[in-house]
Nanobody, 129 residues
Framework: QLQLVESGGSLVQPGGSLKLSCLAS????????MGWFRQAPGKEREGVAC????????NYSDSVKGRFTVSRDNAKNTVLLQMNSLKPEDTARYYC??????????????????????WGQGTQVTVSS
């Protein structure tokens, strides 16, 4: 059973950058679609980015496209989210999640939260001056 632990969240000024990490243990990420999600207070959890098992495909939400980059290193059991040009509206708790077919298809990896098998506890990102 995978265990996911996110790190890298912090307080950052608008326009700044952060890199979030998701480290898996008790198993390999290699066959999993990995997603990054975020949830702000009073809002629903939303998809930010997802990446296919061997990084051939990536999806981004419109709100982060061009600013965030998702990547993975299966040998290190790690998924990264590089966040640039951060805005106050990016403030949220960020979660990584793992899922795989047939429960989860890449075409729905941004929206089908219930299809993910494993979730981390999240890391807080606050963008404020």
């Amino acid at each position: 059973q995978l265990q996911l632990v996110e790190s890298g969240g912090s307080l950052v000024q608008p326009g700044g950058s952060l890199k979030l990490s998701c480290l898996a243990s008790a198993g390999s990420l290699e066959t999993y679609i990995m997603g990054w999600f975020r949830q702000a207070p009073g809002k629903e959890r939303e998809g930010v980015a997802c990446i296919s098992p061997y990084a051939h495909s990536k999806n981004y939400s419109d709100s982060v496209k061009g600013r965030f980059t998702v990547s993975r290193d299966n040998a290190k059991n790690t998924v990264l989210l590089q966040m640039n040009s951060l805005k106050p509206e990016d403030t949220a708790r960020y979660y990584c999640a793992a899922g795989r077919p047939p429960s989860l298809s890449f075409s729905s990896c941004m929206s089908d939260l219930s299809a993910y098998d494993y979730w981390g506890q999240g890391t807080q990102v606050t963008v404020s001056s």
